[in-house]
């Protein structure tokens, strides 16, 4: 169990960091270029669903078994985290849109937490 949580510790970790790397990229280029924020609304979502998939990569790797269910909880625990900072700090709770998009987390954070453990028993083999 204690890898469990370790492993999705893990993994929203890494959700956040490459997610604050790809805002600074993004944020820097927004104030230095004349590319408008509403132009890269796809590129913000797709570099989302990156992160949270490499999230669950590195939580399936770290966890070793059950990639699917390492994955859902750090998806899970991704979204929670999202929904505290904007019910507690905005006062505000998420649309449907936002609910569509974190289903989409889930469903992406799963399949690359199964993933992950295949390249963890890939790599002791």
Do not use: P
């Amino acid at each position: 169990m204690a890898r469990f949580g370790k492993a999705v510790a893990y993994g929203v970790v890494t959700i956040f960091l490459l997610a604050s790397i790809v805002s600074m990229l993004l944020s820097l280029l927004l104030k230095w270029t004349d590319v408008q924020e509403s132009s890269l609304t796809f590129v913000i979502f797709a570099c989302s669903l990156l992160s949270v998939f490499i999230g669950g990569v590195v939580a399936g790797g770290k966890g070793k078994e059950r990639g699917w269910l390492i994955g859902g909880a750090t998806g899970v625990c991704f979204t929670f985290i999202i929904f505290l900072f904007q019910f507690l700090g905005m006062e505000k709770t998420f649309s449907a849109q936002q609910w569509l998009y974190h289903l989409g987390f889930l469903a992406v954070a799963m399949i690359g937490g199964i993933m992950g453990v295949n390249f963890s028993s890939s790599r002791q083999h």
